[in-house]
Nanobody, 125 residues
């Protein structure tokens, strides 16, 4: 199973970016999918996740109202729309594949067993 994250880059504060994560080797249908991020010198932290049928999402307080996760099972891809970016959003963003058929959101890294390579998002002030 391979996850390929893309869409990162350099953006000014207040701008928007859309990250994509294309999955190969296994369908994402039936699996929770999530985004985590890791800033320099900090631990990896939960950003958002969406359960297998898209009916439930969860966001870290720091991104609530600004970020939106979505999934396209037909394309085996998930997305992260990031609006109103702030310098503190600067990090490497990782997509991850989590539990199968879970009814609740899992927000711990150890609940996810497949990870992408990460894409760097840099927000300048």
């Amino acid at each position: 199973v391979q996850l390929q994250a893309s869409g990162g880059g350099l953006m000014q504060a207040g701008g928007s970016l859309r990250l994509s994560c294309a999955v190969s080797g296994r369908t994402i249908t039936g699996y929770t999918m999530g985004w985590f991020r890791q800033a320099p010198g900090k631990e990896r932290e939960f950003v958002t996740a969406i359960i297998w049928n898209g009916s439930t999402t969860s966001y870290a307080d720091s991104v609530k109202g600004r970020f939106t996760i979505s999934r396209d099972n037909a394309k085996n891809t998930i997305y992260l729309q990031m609006n109103s970016l702030k310098p503190e959003d600067t990090a490497v963003y990782y997509c991850a594949s989590g539990p199968r058929m879970a009814a609740v959101i899992h927000n711990k890294p150890w609940d996810y067993n497949y990870w992408g390579q990460g894409t760097l998002v840099t927000v300048s002030s």
